[in-house]
């Protein structure tokens, strides 16, 4: 039986999962789903160098611990090369530069791959000139954003990222009861200095990510209480209310300080850098796109020569704190998902039932047995 296309990407999403709620976890070697994944994309169209990247990405989500980020989105991309909204073996293409700003268009590709090339694009005029401002449109979903923060990291650059996300909305402003935001992420990255390591802040800027109530779907668990509403508006710890049509909602971060946020990406990187904010114009709900607005610059000519001694110092002032009873520490921006890295890295990436079954199953649509990489 070959993949069922739903008009909600969401609902595509989450499509797998049922009848297998609650099945057993397995972990399963990174390089041996990382083939697997590559198996599968090639055979869904991709050429070799766009499988290795994107699955290289979706594992490393995995591995970082961003479940709501990895593998399991294969159920959402397949479909949606099937329906033609995710278009394999696309490229950044630049559309527009003026002084420190770079248009690129990405033809609804991968994003995974669109974003890096992108993200690259901004890193040789900044490393040139101090300073790049990219503007990314028309590109499938990204996923985890924060790989492009470290894009930036690791050429000893800072960057901020904004990104809007343009399909069902499913976050509910503040006070509000129906979702009309996207999960809208933000990432600002710092590279490291001799004693500090990059600073890697990537957050979704609702109360919890789509995916992570996938995820629970999967494991057939609640959502912690204040995440999630019905659609009735009424506070809910069923993540499967998101996966309904008509949905409830997420509630934004932090209340009103998350919404601010959330339409501060719809501005940035929606209205004003490609004229794709999330409005009901542009809302097809059997299509993911994201939009992204950086700003990337490199802090050697911001006028602190001695920046990283300064950061120093702010880190280890912050470290000498007293902890809170059952911490161990005080951890930085990107140490959990270095953490969790080494860990998986090591034991293996724990799957659920329900992930391990949609992989199976969707390389069984394509001639492709992933049995013995999953097993």
Not at 323 to 337: C, F, L, V, Y
């Amino acid at each position: 039986m070959m993949t069922e296309i739903h008009k909600d990407p969401f609902a595509a999403a989450a499509s797998f999962n049922a009848g297998v709620y609650g099945a057993s976890v397995r972990p399963v070697q990174a390089d041996r789903l990382a083939e697997a994944v590559r198996r599968l994309l090639r055979a869904a169209g991709s050429d070799e160098e766009e499988a290795r990247v994107v699955a290289d990405h979706l594992v490393e989500a995995n591995l970082r611990g961003h479940d709501s980020h990895g593998v399991g989105m294969l159920s959402m991309y397949m479909p949606a090369i099937a329906a033609g909204l995710l278009r394999p073996n696309r490229h950044a293409t630049v559309i527009g530069e003026s002084g420190p700003f770079l248009s690129v268009a990405g033809g609804s590709g991968y994003g995974q791959v669109i974003a890096r090339e992108a993200t690259d694009l901004a890193i040789a005029r900044a490393r040139r000139d101090g300073l790049a401002v990219l503007s990314l449109r028309d590109s499938h979903h990204i996923g985890r954003v924060g790989s492009y923060g470290e894009q930036c990291s690791d050429a000893g650059l800072v960057a901020l990222v904004f990104v809007n996300v343009v399909t069902r909305p499913a976050v509910a402003p503040h006070d509000g009861t129906r979702p009309r935001l996207g999960t809208n992420p933000i990432c600002i990255a710092v590279p490291a200095t001799q004693a500090t390591p990059a600073l890697i802040l990537d957050f979704a800027t609702s109360a919890v990510a789509v995916g992570k109530c996938r995820v629970a779907m999967g494991k057939g668990q609640e959502m912690a209480p204040g995440l999630l509403l019905d659609q009735q508006g009424n506070s809910t710890r069923d993540p499967g209310v998101m996966f309904q049509d008509p949905s409830g909602a997420l509630l934004p971060l932090g209340g009103h300080k998350g919404f601010g946020l959330s339409l501060m990406c719809d501005v940035l990187a929606g209205a004003l850098a490609s004229a794709m904010p999330g409005t009901p114009a542009h809302q097809d709900s059997g299509r993911v796109m994201n939009n992204m607005f950086a700003i990337v610059f490199d802090p050697a000519r911001g006028g602190n020569a001695q920046w990283a001694a300064d950061l120093d110092d702010l880190v280890a002032y912050i470290r000498d704190t007293p902890t809170a009873p059952g911490a161990d520490s005080i951890q930085m921006p990107g140490e959990p998902e270095s953490r969790t890295r080494r860990l998986r890295l090591a034991d293996g990436i724990p799957l659920d039932g329900a992930t391990l079954a949609m992989l199976d199953s969707l390389g069984r649509e394509r001639g492709v047995d992933l049995a013995d990489l999953l097993a």
